[in-house]
């Protein structure tokens, strides 16, 4: 049985789609990963989707939801690497992916969400970090 | 029809040969100017190997069957006539001319043979005419294809040509678009743009429709199904070089542009990219 796995790397949640996305495997996905941001707290999510070459209406509204469902655990996440004929077919299905981050690959993603949750942490003791 | 009369014309085309081809030539010099398209001597040599071909072919006794395997060799040569004769911009009535104008000097020959015998005679000129016409006709059909392989060729060439994809800057690339977009057209620039965007790891594409005559509904639903796709990869896109009118035919179509960043000239939309990409500060050292 395929598993995907959700790696925790500092703060951030990785999760790197390697093996064909079927729906039952969507949904445990879904399942895992929104226990595991609970679990841990992490402030941001990355999924890694460089890999998926083929996706239907059900995989992408999974995206969509999986996203949506990490925002609102109050982390941050971003979809990273996407394949050209992914995002046309999404685009063609009228899965826009509102609201969702994206980038180009990981490392991008990956400075993307450093950035987002030092923003974060940085709001209350900005002033203190200055006069260091 | 009797195999007497079956043998008229390969026995016409063995013994007269050499009148023949005169005769044909004369016609076909005094059909069209040679001298501005063709030479004397390559139209000379040409009619000397389809009478040749054609005597070959008809010797087997059947000699209506145009489409059968006798013929194989008298229809790749003119196959290879009409093709060359299309390439160098012959009309199509100058291409079949070559086969029709075969038929006075034929039907003449024909004439003499069987001056006594009206039967036969008249038999064997419509077998005569089917031939040649049915000869010429496939003369017609391969000038067609010939002609339609070139507009098919072109289109593609087209095609590749007016949706280039040019890197501007690290991370940044440029896709003018030239001409009315269709869908098909419209398809080839977005892939080209997203496989562009997988390859340089570009963070911006400008899109430039300065050259884009006119924007409709399905124009504007095309760009921005390219710009989503392009968000969904994780690339900004910017619409630079919209021109007043287009503005306008925009806004009256009620089509939300909304969260698309628009510049009204390249020079912005590059401008814009460097400050979205940090580099705005490196450009202006190096030129200093």
Redesign the interface.
């Known amino acids: 049985m395929d598993r995907i796995p959700i790696l925790k790397l500092r703060g951030l949640l990785l999760v790197s789609i390697q093996v064909d996305m079927h729906d039952r495997l969507a949904m445990q996905l879904q399942d895992e990963l929104t226990q595991k941001i609970s679990e841990t707290g992490a402030r941001g999510v990355l999924i890694d989707i460089s890999s998926l070459d083929i996706v239907d209406s059900f995989i992408g509204r999974m995206i969509a939801n999986i996203a949506a469902m990490a925002r609102v655990l109050d982390a941050e996440t971003v979809v990273v690497g996407m394949q050209p004929a992914v995002a046309i077919t999404l685009v063609e299905l009228g899965l826009n992916l509102p609201g969702v981050r994206t980038a180009l690959n990981v490392d991008k993603g990956m400075a993307m969400l450093e950035s987002a949750t030092r923003d974060l942490e940085d709001l209350p003791d900005a002033d203190a970090r200055h006069k260091e | 029809m009797s195999a007497a009369t079956d043998a008229v014309i390969p026995r016409i085309l063995k013994t007269h040969e050499a009148e023949l081809l005169e005769e044909w030539l004369r016609e076909q010099l005094s059909a069209f100017r040679v001298g501005a398209k063709i030479f004397e001597s390559e139209l000379r040599s040409q009619s000397r190997e389809f009478l040749n071909l054609l005597q070959q072919a008809t010797q087997g006794g059947n000699v209506g069957d145009v489409q059968g395997p006798s013929y194989g060799r008298v229809r790749d040569m003119l196959g290879d006539i009409s093709r060359s004769r299309s390439l160098q911009g012959f009309s199509p009535s100058e291409t079949a001319t070559f086969v029709f104008s075969l038929k006075r000097p034929l039907f003449a020959r024909i004439r003499k043979e069987l001056a006594t015998d009206a039967e036969s005679l008249a038999t064997v000129t419509w077998t005569a005419t089917e031939l040649l016409d049915r000869l010429g006709l496939y003369t017609t059909e391969v000038y067609q294809k010939s002609r339609e392989e070139v507009i098919t060729r072109q289109q593609q060439e087209l095609l590749e040509l007016s949706t280039p994809v040019v890197k501007l800057w690290d991370g940044i690339l440029a896709l003018p678009m030239i001409g009315t977009l269709d869908s098909a057209r419209t398809q080839v620039v ?2 080209s743009l ?2 562009r ?2 390859e340089t ?3 911006i594409a400008i899109i430039d429709i300065t050259g884009v005559p006119t924007v409709d509904t399905l124009t504007a639903q095309h760009l921005i ?1 390219t710009i ?8 900004d896109c910017i619409i630079s070089g919209i021109r007043p009118q287009i503005a306008q035919t925009i806004v009256h179509l009620g089509v939300d542009l909304g969260a698309v960043i628009t510049k009204a000239t390249l020079a912005d939309a590059f401008r814009r990219a460097l400050d979205m990409t940090g580099q705005r500060e490196r450009v202006l050292k190096s030129r200093a």
């Open positions: 977005m892939e997203l496989q965007i997988v790891g570009a963070d199904k989503t796709a392009a968000r969904l990869m994780g690339a």
